[in-house]
């Protein structure tokens, strides 16, 4: 009984290692390349583009970029990000007395696909300012974008989206009605 407790100990101390190190084989034979530009651009529920608003870029879950959009005459309030393929991206849009929005890129990218442009990605993010109701909605991505090959462009998963959409709506109802 001993020997079987050691035995499941020392399996369960090095799988950490052995799924690292299969982890870094992938890693070290998958190409990255530009693959794929991103264009948002954040409103408020009025449709008017918003002012100091902070946005963040991370790769995996580590910050690479950041950005504030602030009130600048003739400036177009975008915000853009170049992406590399075959890397999972989340894009943090917040501004102090909204709801921060996340939005989530995999550029899992074909590699024999020979790429003589970048392709392009235009979103709009709407912010709505923070209320008293069930948040545990509002910290999932609110969009889910990903290659669709078939397509050759990159493509929001509509059924992800349109099902946290209407789990936040049905929050903000509910929370209407216990007032």
Not at 71 to 85: A, G, K, M, R
Request: proline share 2%; net charge negative.
């Amino acid at each position: 009984m001993k020997a079987i407790i050691k035995t499941s100990l020392i399996i369960t101390m090095l799988m950490p290692l052995l799924t690292y190190s299969k982890v870094e084989n992938k890693t070290d034979t998958t190409e990255t390349i530009e693959c794929l530009k991103i264009i948002g651009l954040a409103l408020d529920e009025n449709n008017h583009a918003i002012d100091g608003v902070d946005v963040r870029l991370f790769r995996q879950n580590d910050l690479i970029e950041q950005k504030e959009i602030t009130s600048v005459e003739h400036h177009d309030h975008n915000f853009t990000f170049t992406l590399e393929s075959n890397e999972y991206y989340t894009v943090k849009i917040s501004k102090p007395g909204f709801v921060e929005r996340w939005i989530v890129f995999y550029t899992d990218f074909p590699s024999e696909k020979n790429m003589e442009s970048l392709l392009y990605y235009e979103f709009e993010v709407v912010l709505m300012k923070e209320k008293k109701m069930d948040d545990y909605y509002l910290d999932f991505p609110i969009a889910l974008i990903h290659y669709n090959e078939k397509k050759d462009a990159f493509e929001n998963n509509t059924m992800y989206t349109t099902y946290i959409k209407t789990k936040i709506k049905e929050a903000e109802d509910l929370a209407i009605q216990k007032k």
